[in-house]
């Protein structure tokens, strides 16, 4: 069975301590994603990857940094861990286009079980 | 990325009643996707749209997309318990940077 797999279901960490999320897919996807999800905002962006050390910013990267050494592995960082980045982290993976999708069959963004971050 | 206006925001219907949840934009979308997300769980594909008009069926579930692609529609028939959950829309210019609407979360009262 093809998945994403985050490293944490859940995690406490201090204010001020550098925090990593870990993301694995094993479906050879060249797209990665990682979204905050918090009540009443819905899946915002945060950093995106098309290819191995690629990244683009998304919609609210401020805070956060990423990694991406290899193409089924993509790292999520907090430099500097505070209380408003309190929240559930998913991690995506997907094809590059919607034809790539067709031609192998598996369309949309594969989701991770996510990561719910406590910072105290 | 692309922004759409996802409505309702919540639903609470009675099992056995239909319900319908509206994805609506200002900008012409080149496709659209939808995803269930259980409560405690993470978001699940559930199907794609592309074409201007484009109707899908997946059992009780009928998804639309506008004859001029600014909007998208899922229509659940006959609501269940297991159709409980928060139903996202998620334009798409291509497979990169999906925007996701807020989604609209439906509560089914046995």
């Known amino acids: 069975d093809v998945k994403v797999t985050q490293s944490s279901r859940y995690l406490v960490k201090r204010t001020g301590e550098k925090v990593f999320l870990e993301c694995v897919q094993d479906m050879d996807h060249e797209n990665m994603f990682w979204y905050r999800q918090d009540p009443g905002l819905g899946l915002r962006l945060i950093y995106f990857?098309?290819?191995?050390?690629?990244?683009e910013k998304g919609d609210i990267p401020e805070g956060y940094s990423v990694s991406r050494e290899k193409k089924e592995r993509f790292s999520l960082i907090l430099e500097s861990a505070s209380t408003n980045q309190t929240s559930m982290y998913l991690c995506a993976s997907s094809f590059p286009s919607l034809w790539t999708a067709k031609e192998i069959g598996r369309y949309g963004y594969t989701f991770g079980s996510g990561t719910r971050l406590t910072v105290v | 990325g692309q922004q759409v206006m996802q409505i309702p925001q919540y639903q609470h219907v009675q099992e056995g009643e239909d319900f319908t949840t509206y994805c609506n934009s200002s900008?012409?979308?080149?496709?659209i996707q939808w995803y269930k997300q259980r409560p405690g769980g993470h978001p699940v594909f559930l199907i794609q749209l592309v074409k201007s008009g484009e109707v899908k069926k997946q059992k009780r579930l009928t998804f639309q997309f506008g004859e001029a692609k600014k909007n998208s529609s899922l229509h659940i028939t006959a609501t269940q318990t297991t159709d409980v959950g928060t139903y996202f829309c998620?334009?798409?210019?291509?497979?990169?940077?999906?925007?996701f609407g807020t989604g609209t979360k439906l509560q089914v009262i046995p």
């Open positions: 990857s098309y290819d191995v050390k690629m990244k």
């Open positions: 900008t012409t979308l080149s496709n």
């Open positions: 998620a334009p798409s210019g291509g497979y990169q940077k999906v925007t």
